[in-house]
């Protein structure tokens, strides 16, 4: 669950309307409102511990990895590198989610991404260290010593 569906759901716990929540919170109505629409993500991190003070919950429950990733890319690339991580985790996402997928082979989907990451960089070189090139040759071996290997 993203902070939006998070904030949303604390604040309907509270009985509160998003106007009364978006006072208490010291923020903008319409800023309030994407917030709980996922449209944005707070810029200034200190939202996040003030909001979790006023609903009375860890601020550790409200961010979570992708949140902070998708925040991080907003503020990078703004809304559309936002919505191209959005959709990536959630497809990602949903890979793992469920389905008859053994560990084994949703580890052989993570080194083949990993892999398919590290040639993108290799083939541009200007954003690729040598340690990194080491790296995505090192994936490389380990996929084409299981080249037989297939998904089922």
């Known amino acids: 669950m993203l902070f939006g569906e998070k904030l949303a759901q604390l604040r309907k ?4 309307t998003q106007t009364k929540a978006a006072q208490a919170l010291g923020v903008p109505f319409r800023t309030y409102q994407n917030y709980e629409s996922c449209k944005i993500y707070p810029r200034n991190r200190s939202f996040y511990k003030t909001t ?7 601020e550790s429950y409200l961010v ?3 949140d902070t990733y998708i925040a991080d ?3 990078r690339g703004g809304s559309t590198s936002k919505r191209q991580i959005q959709t990536l985790l959630a497809e990602v996402g949903g890979l793992f989610a469920g389905g ?7 580890d052989k989907v993570m080194l083949t991404m990993s892999t398919l990451y ?4 290799e083939n541009n070189r200007k954003y690729t260290s040598s340690a990194r090139r080491a790296q995505a040759d090192s994936a490389n071996s ?4 299981d080249e037989d290997d297939t998904l089922d």
């Open 118 to 121: 590290w040639k993108a960089k």
């Open 52 to 58: 979790a003070e006023f609903f009375e919950v860890p």
């Open 73 to 75: 890319a907003y503020e």
């Open 100 to 106: 008859d997928l053994s560990e084994a082979d949703k």
């Open 142 to 145: 380990i996929l084409d010593d």
């Open 13 to 16: 716990a509270k009985s509160l």
């Open 64 to 66: 979570t990895d992708d």
